[in-house]
């Protein structure tokens, strides 16, 4: 069982950065695939990024490639999302989940995922 808990999202202009967090409550956590994904309103919830459990893998969203990077630092149970040059297009509750054991072609599913935080807002301005 694992518990996630996201913060750090916020207001921010076109452009600027953020930093995501999502904090783990589990013992395993070092051994789940971690992913982020985010729900603008009236939208599906779309992928983001993810990174397999020995962070070795990295996946990530054309839409976001070159600008959001995945991170995760086990002796925090923590997995970050750093996100740079914001877009209004990027406004939208964004979500980590966590899985034991994902297939890894599949790290860009929902349905992959057994474990989800509550999301934070990252709204960004014109």
């Known amino acids: 069982q694992v518990q996630l808990v996201e913060s750090g999202g916020g207001l921010v202009q076109a452009g600027g950065s953020l930093r995501l967090s999502c904090a783990a409550a589990g013992r395993t956590f070092s051994m789940y695939a971690m992913g982020w994904f985010r729900q603008a309103p009236g939208q599906e919830r779309e992928f983001v990024a993810a990174m397999w459990w020995n962070s070795g893998n990295t996946f990530y969203a054309d839409s976001v490639k070159g600008r959001f990077t995945i991170s995760r630092d086990n002796a925090k149970n923590t997995v970050y999302l750093h996100m740079n040059s914001l877009k209004p297009e990027d406004t939208a509750v964004y979500y980590c989940?966590?899985?034991?054991?994902?297939?890894?072609?599949?790290?860009?599913?929902?349905?992959?995922?057994?474990?989800w935080g509550q999301g934070t807002q990252v709204t960004v301005s014109t």
């Open positions: 989940a966590a899985d034991a054991n994902p297939p890894i072609a599949r790290l860009n599913a929902q349905s992959t995922y057994d474990y």
